[in-house]
């Protein structure tokens, strides 16, 4: 997974997505209510469902860039996880809930959907736009995660909009689908309770999609490390300078896709005087900042290796293994 520069939120795909979506809400709430299809009022309520969505997303991308502060001494950044964790719980609640509702009362209650063909038109354009959506979310997903697989990235990625895109948009190409051919089964078999069933099918797709996302969210919201290659880019770079003698450990906490805190156990020279130690310690800053400006604070620890050993052995009930320091954690 790219680092720093590129680990930025997908603002250009939630905006792609907005667009496209406030154009396709209005086109299925008038076909909606011509046609009377369950799937179609389902389809027009999970697209201005993703209109929302989106709003919130972008508010959450512009809240997270808001600097330290004494309430909040190391930003808003997890701003963003906070939304996200937000949009999911809409896209079940209301989305996938929705969706259920109606695909129920359709079933108990079926009327025969009025001019399909107006139905499979909007489908069709439809499918369209949250095709291209789908697109540029996808080009900037494959853009981040660099040379890694695909379910390496999925389980890696610290932007969550990115897989709210990515996967929304996937939900909803397969709910049109799905839509479309319960509409065209209700009209074949002049079942209309077909159409009904379609919708649940569509309230089931969002669900999932909402299970995902919010256990992506969460976890990122609760505090994830960062990227593996930053962890060891950091520990590399602290086991370079010439005043440590060995930098036991790191923690890091990703505070938004671009934000991380990192707190280091190191073990300084003991030739050095405190006025030494704490020019090393700006010094190591600054190089770390150099070559990740995604690290927003720098928290550095004095340790001996065996002080180091012991704290971890007390926290985590065993001892850290000997000179394996790159996937350490600080005491």
């Known amino acids: ?35 009377g299809s369950a799937a179609m009022t389902s389809e027009a309520i999970h697209t201005f469902v993703d209109c929302g969505n989106e709003v919130l997303l972008l508010y959450g991308v512009r809240q997270s860039k808001r600097g330290p502060d004494d309430d909040h001494p190391l930003g808003y950044g997890r701003e963003v996880y906070f939304w996200s964790f937000v949009v999911a719980l809409l896209i079940g609640a209301l989305g996938a809930g929705v969706s259920f509702y109606e695909g129920v009362s359709k079933v108990l209650h079926p009327q025969p959907i009025r001019a399909p063909g107006v139905s499979y038109l909007v489908y069709g354009a439809s499918f369209v736009f949250e095709g291209a959506s789908w697109l540029v979310a996808a080009r900037q997903f494959k853009a981040v995660r660099g040379k890694l697989g695909l379910f390496e ?27 479309a051919a319960g509409t065209l089964a209700a009209s074949v078999l002049n079942r209309p309770e ?4 379609a919708s649940i099918l569509i309230g089931a797709i969002l669900a999932v999609t909402a299970l995902f996302l919010a256990r992506e969210s969460k976890s990122l919201l609760i505090g994830e490390e960062t990227y593996p290659a930053v962890r060891k880019s950091i520990l590399e770079i602290a086991n370079a300078d010439p005043a440590i003698l060995t930098a036991n450990g790191i923690v890091t906490v990703q ?18 005087r405190a006025p030494e130690i704490e020019d090393a310690v700006v010094a190591l800053e600054t190089k770390v900042r150099a070559r990740h400006p995604e690290v927003k604070g720098i928290f550095i620890k ?6 180091f050993r012991k704290a971890r052995e007390k926290r985590t009930g065993k001892a850290p293994p000997k000179r394996k320091r790159t996937v350490g954690a600080a005491g």
């Open 302 to 307: 004095p340790q001996t290796e065996e002080t």
């Open 153 to 179: 990235a999925f389980r890696l990625s610290k932007d969550p909009n990115a897989l709210t895109m990515l996967f929304g948009n996937a939900a909803a190409m397969l709910g049109l689908m799905v839509a």
């Open 1 to 35: 997974m790219r680092t720093s520069a590129k680990a930025s939120t997908s603002t250009t795909a939630v905006w792609a997505a907005l667009i496209g979506d406030v154009l396709v809400t209005l086109t299925k709430i008038v076909a909606a209510v011509f046609t």
């Open 194 to 197: 077909l159409d009904g069933v």
């Open 255 to 272: 505070l938004a896709p671009n934000q991380v805190s990192v707190m280091l156990s190191v073990e300084f020279a003991d030739t050095l």
